[in-house]
């Protein structure tokens, strides 16, 4: 076991995955001599050489159009964008083109590209680098959309993901990428890469999250526990597709639902989820179940980010509610 930050388990996937198919390329805007603006891909280029670890032009579109060429070549390109806010311009080639071409040539052509994203709030950044676009992606159909919350699923999942023959859109929750965990890069992966994680059990009420969210909640679920509420939270991992399955047996042995993301409440994934479980648990349920997430507005200054972003004591104020029914 070594310990590492979430950063430094990506970069450690990403080298083990180059150094085991010769197939593997990393594309980017200053993947290669900087190593990326987070660091991700430091020192990759210097022992990979450009060929492998490929600095690109300032256009996110390009980068995964010829990330798409070389799939069909038979390369697995993983692709950085550089943050979120700036994938919109690829939306149409990942969309229209990488999401649907298996389907559109009946089953012959994978696409096996990984476009890695850090996305999400909570390092005082400015305009347009502190999104949470997962939903435009979940929505698309022939598109895996998934998500690290730690340092060990980080290094497992994003190897996962350069293994499948999908394209993945792997969300990076870029204020994690200093949290530190041990990861044995030795172990086989724990999990499918589609599977929901029981992060921590408990009895009282179920608190479903997924990426930066997590350490959120194991907080809130710390301090709950001091009060005398057991909560059980469940990390998603993988929001398209969504393991349910895992969700509704929480729900079922807790009867009480919070789900939470940093993304706007309005139409986010906590829909989808609240929607199944209204569903399927409808008679173990023993109250509405309830949501905690952005406002809907467009991501605010970062002087007022912490008032938008949820925190330990939304959600507890949301398990107070649920708790109360």
């Given at each position: 076991?070594?310990t590492?930050?979430l950063g430094g388990?990506?970069n450690?996937?990403?080298?083990r995955?180059?150094?085991?198919?010769?197939?593997?390329?990393?594309?980017?805007?200053?993947?290669?001599?900087l190593?990326?603006?987070?660091r991700?891909?430091?020192?990759?280029q210097?022992?990979?050489?450009p060929?492998?670890?490929?600095?690109?032009?300032?256009a996110e579109s390009?980068?995964?159009?010829?990330?798409f060429g070389?799939?069909?070549?038979?390369y697995?390109p993983?692709?950085e964008?550089?943050f979120?806010?700036?994938?919109?311009p690829?939306?149409d080639?990942?969309?229209?083109?990488?999401a649907?071409?298996?389907?559109?040539?009946?089953?012959?052509v994978?696409?096996?590209?990984?476009i890695?994203?850090?996305?999400?709030?909570g390092i005082?950044a400015?305009?347009?680098?502190?999104e949470?676009p997962e939903?435009?992606?979940?929505?698309?159909?022939?598109l895996?959309v998934?998500?690290?919350?730690?340092?060990?699923?980080a290094?497992?999942?994003?190897r996962?993901?350069?293994a499948l023959?999908?394209?993945v859109?792997f969300?990076e929750p870029?204020?994690?990428?200093?949290?530190?965990g041990?990861v044995?890069?030795?172990?086989?992966?724990e999990?499918p890469l589609?599977?929901?994680r029981i992060?921590?059990?408990?009895?009282?009420?179920t608190v479903?999250?997924y990426?930066?969210?997590?350490a959120?909640?194991?907080?809130?679920a710390?301090?709950a526990?001091?009060?005398?509420?057991?909560l059980?939270?469940?990390?998603l991992r993988?929001?398209?597709?969504?393991?349910?399955?895992?969700?509704?047996?929480?729900?079922?042995?807790t009867?009480?639902?919070?789900i939470?993301h940093?993304?706007p409440?309005?139409?986010?994934l906590?829909a989808?989820i609240?929607?199944?479980?209204?569903?399927h648990c409808?008679?173990?349920?023993?109250?509405?179940?309830?949501?905690?997430?952005?406002?809907?507005?467009p991501?605010p200054?970062?002087?007022?980010?912490?008032?938008?972003?949820?925190?330990?004591?939304?959600?507890?104020?949301?398990?107070?509610?649920?708790?109360?029914?």
């Amino acid at each position: 076991m070594t310990t590492m930050t979430l950063g430094g388990a990506l970069n450690a996937g990403l080298r083990r995955a180059l150094e085991e198919d010769p197939k593997v390329v990393v594309m980017g805007e200053d993947v290669g001599t900087l190593g990326g603006v987070f660091r991700i891909t430091d020192t990759l280029q210097k022992d990979f050489g450009p060929a492998r670890v490929i600095d690109t032009p300032l256009a996110e579109s390009g980068i995964v159009g010829t990330a798409f060429g070389l799939a069909l070549r038979g390369y697995r390109p993983v692709c950085e964008i550089q943050f979120d806010g700036f994938v919109y311009p690829a939306f149409d080639q990942i969309v229209s083109q990488v999401a649907k071409i298996h389907y559109r040539t009946r089953g012959h052509v994978h696409m096996p590209i990984t476009i890695r994203l850090p996305y999400g709030g909570g390092i005082g950044a400015v305009e347009h680098h502190s999104e949470s676009p997962e939903a435009y992606f979940a929505h698309t159909a022939g598109l895996r959309v998934v998500t690290p919350a730690a340092p060990a699923d980080a290094y497992t999942m994003l190897r996962q993901a350069i293994a499948l023959d999908d394209p993945v859109l792997f969300l990076e929750p870029k204020r994690r990428y200093w949290d530190r965990g041990e990861v044995d890069v030795d172990a086989p992966p724990e999990l499918p890469l589609d599977r929901a994680r029981i992060a921590r059990a408990g009895s009282d009420a179920t608190v479903v999250v997924y990426g930066p969210m997590l350490a959120t909640a194991l907080a809130a679920a710390e301090i709950a526990a001091g009060e005398g509420t057991s909560l059980e939270v469940v990390d998603l991992r993988s929001l398209s597709p969504l393991d349910v399955g895992t969700v509704e047996d929480s729900v079922r042995r807790t009867g009480r639902l919070v789900i939470v993301h940093e993304a706007p409440v309005f139409l986010g994934l906590g829909a989808e989820i609240a929607a199944r479980v209204s569903q399927h648990c409808f008679y173990q349920l023993e109250a509405p179940v309830t949501r905690v997430g952005g406002f809907d507005i467009p991501y605010p200054p970062a002087r007022l980010e912490k008032y938008h972003l949820p925190d330990a004591d939304r959600i507890l104020a949301a398990v107070d509610e649920v708790l109360a029914s």
